[in-house]
């Protein structure tokens, strides 16, 4: 298995940026498909980005195209996510995930997750 611990979560003005960190431990890094997701209250976790193993390719989800960077250091075990020109409708907690050789667009698609990190964007 792999355990995930996101971080970089805070409070921002709407137009700001932030990046947030997902650090892997316990296989090889390399090996996973990585994920973000974000989850605001009483709303369903959705998807915001993903990366494949080796940074080939790269999707987004249409409500942050053009705004929001997705990235990983395999030499560093950790994937990322640049979040620039956040607005209101961006707050949410932030969940990193990964899936074994593999990734996708779905909640159910990845097999690990991290604990979360708060993100608020106030106007």
């Known amino acids: 298995q792999v355990q995930l611990v996101e971080s970089g979560g805070g409070a921002v003005q709407a137009g700001g940026s932030l990046r947030l960190s997902c650090a892997a431990s316990g296989r090889t890094f390399s090996d996973y498909g990585m994920g973000w997701f974000r989850q605001a209250p009483g709303k369903e976790r959705e998807f915001v980005a993903a990366i494949t193993r080796l940074a080939y390719s790269t999707v987004y989800a249409d409500s942050v195209k053009g705004r929001f960077t997705i990235s990983r250091d395999n030499a560093k075990n950790t994937v990322y996510l640049q979040m620039n020109s956040l607005q209101p409708e961006d707050t949410a907690i932030y969940y990193c995930?990964?899936?074994?050789?593999?990734?996708?667009?779905?909640?159910?698609?990845?097999?690990?997750w991290g604990q979360g990190t708060q993100v608020t964007v106030s106007s």
């Open positions: 995930a990964a899936n074994l050789f593999s990734w996708g667009t779905e909640v159910k698609d990845y097999n690990y």
